[in-house]
């Protein structure tokens, strides 16, 4: 059984601040990592798709990933209040597959 | 990205009746398509997976004969929800992926209302 755990916040932060998102898994076969960004109302949006460790940056977003640790995180710099939004972290065994998601973190960015 | 389309963004029907929502890849060819549902404050549930040409492989407990699934082209998936009552209203979502794409991209998701 595949799980993929987040803390489900709400993770305030101020405006312009570092918001710091994690993700653990269990599967040890998972082989690509993905953020989304859902906000309320809508469809999940991705915003980051990781394969192999280390760090990944795009803008003001990086992700990172620990495949020994079976973690990984996503940081957003320069916090916006346009970032209020629920993180959702997902993993998939191969592609084609469907996604596992865990169940989100929310994040609130105070202006 | 891939461009996702789906119709009708949000529908109301009664009690009984059917409705078919569509979900279009607009870019490229979507060799595999999956439909979600979404509660308000819930998470994202698989409800199926549908492969181009393919039966649907549903997840436990999604009835197929209640949502029936249709990926007749690389391009076009149907969901139709079958004698809908109530309980059905929800947030309906539907994603993409294919041979060209690592990356599942969803549409805008359709909102049933089942009065």
């Known amino acids: 059984q595949k799980e993929v755990e987040q803390n489900s916040g709400p993770l305030s932060v101020p405006e312009g601040a570092i918001a710091s998102l994690n993700c653990t898994y269990s599967?040890?076969?998972?082989?690509?990592f993905f953020w989304y960004r859902q906000y309320s109302g809508k469809s999940p949006e991705l915003i980051m798709s990781?394969?192999?460790?280390g760090d990944k940056e795009d803008g003001r977003f990086t992700a990172q990933l620990n495949k020994a640790s079976q973690y990984v995180s996503l940081l957003i710099r320069d916090s916006q209040p346009s970032d209020s939004a629920t993180y959702l972290c997902a993993l998939q065994t191969s592609g084609n597959t469907p996604l596992v998601f865990g169940k989100g973190t929310r994040l609130s960015v105070i202006a | 990205g891939a461009v996702v389309s789906q119709h009708p963004s949000w529908v109301i029907c009664k009690s009984g009746t059917s409705v078919k929502i569509e979900c279009r890849s607009l870019?490229?060819?979507?060799?595999?398509m999956f439909w979600y549902r979404q509660f308000p404050k819930q998470s994202l549930m698989l409800m199926a997976t549908?492969?181009?040409?393919?039966?649907?492989?549903?997840e436990q407990g999604v009835e197929k004969d209640k949502f029936l699934i249709n990926h007749a082209s690389l391009t076009l998936s149907t969901l139709t929800v079958t004698s809908a009552h109530p309980e059905d209203s929800s947030f309906y979502i539907c994603s993409v992926s294919g041979t060209s794409v690592y990356e599942q991209y969803f549409g805008p998701g359709t909102r049933l209302t089942v009065t």
């Open positions: 990781i394969y192999s460790n």
């Open positions: 549908s492969n181009e040409g393919s039966k649907a492989t549903y």
């Open positions: 870019d490229f060819q979507a060799t595999t």
């Open positions: 599967d040890r076969v998972s082989q690509s």
